[in-house]
């Protein structure tokens, strides 16, 4: 079965400072990869996906994350951080001919200090 | 504007009581899916629909079930609300297919007392 995993529970960055989310994924084939920000009290918003070809995505709201597949990594990244992007932060794997069933990590508590 | 709307955003129920959780989404979409969040556990999906009538368990589904008469309505039900299920929950919809986004609704925060 797939897995993801989140290995920090808990990470803060100044504000204006870059800032770099890991996950890593186990899973057979090529996933697809997906990253999602949730706000206090609020559902999830999708900031990225992947799904093949370049392995530098682009997202919402300045984010980007690289797919490395030699390291079963899809780690977030944004080069400089609002006070506003202090959030939860879930990466999550879906499966080809999956139905689009997503399992996701256990999420990352980003704290923006001022 | 996509929208997945949860009609109750904050339950307090009883043990024993059963509990509908109402899910309703505008996009026409085939899939819907109901996840629960907890502290370091992440989301879980309980139940997931890809068509009207029709349903399949998730990784959690004991105690819970579910119903889609509706295309665009899906509703999560506690039989016999438990004080281990309280929990935010979460409903999402996707149009068919692999990799298409999964839209969320803001969640249900159920307390069970």
């Known amino acids: 079965a797939q897995s993801v995993t989140q290995p920090d529970i808990h990470i803060t960055v100044s504000e204006g400072a870059s800032l770099e989310l890991r996950c890593n994924y186990s899973?057979?084939?090529?996933?697809?990869l997906f990253w999602y920000v949730q706000s206090p009290g609020q559902g999830l918003q999708l900031l990225l996906k992947?799904?093949?070809?370049?392995?530098l995505v682009q997202g919402i709201k300045g984010f980007e994350a690289e797919f490395k597949r030699s390291q079963s990594s899809f780690n977030l990244r944004k080069p400089s951080v609002h006070w506003s992007d202090a959030a939860e932060y879930f990466c999550?794997?879906?499966?080809?001919?999956?139905?689009?069933?997503?399992?996701f990590g256990t999420g990352t508590q980003l704290k923006v200090e001022l | 504007d996509v929208k997945v709307t949860q009609s109750s955003r904050y339950l307090v129920k009883r043990t024993g009581e059963k509990v509908f959780l109402e899910c309703v989404q505008d996009?026409?979409?085939?899939?819907m899916f109901w996840y629960r969040q907890d502290p370091g556990l992440g989301l879980r999906l309980i139940y997931f629909?890809?068509?009207?009538?029709?349903?399949e368990k998730g990784d959690i589904p004991e105690g819970y079930s579910v119903s889609r008469e509706k295309k665009e309505r899906f509703s999560l039900i506690l039989e016999s609300a438990s004080t281990n299920q309280t929990s935010m929950y979460l409903c999402?919809?996707?149009?068919?297919?692999?990799?298409?986004?999964?839209?969320f609704g803001e969640g249900s925060w159920l307390t069970v007392v």
């Open positions: 999402a919809s996707s149009s068919e297919g692999t990799g298409n986004t999964i839209y």
């Open positions: 899973y057979g084939a090529t996933p697809y």
């Open positions: 992947y799904f093949s070809g370049d392995t």
């Open positions: 999550a794997v879906g499966l080809t001919g999956g139905g689009n069933k997503l399992t």
């Open positions: 996009m026409d979409h085939e899939n």
């Open positions: 629909s890809y068509d009207v009538k029709m349903k």
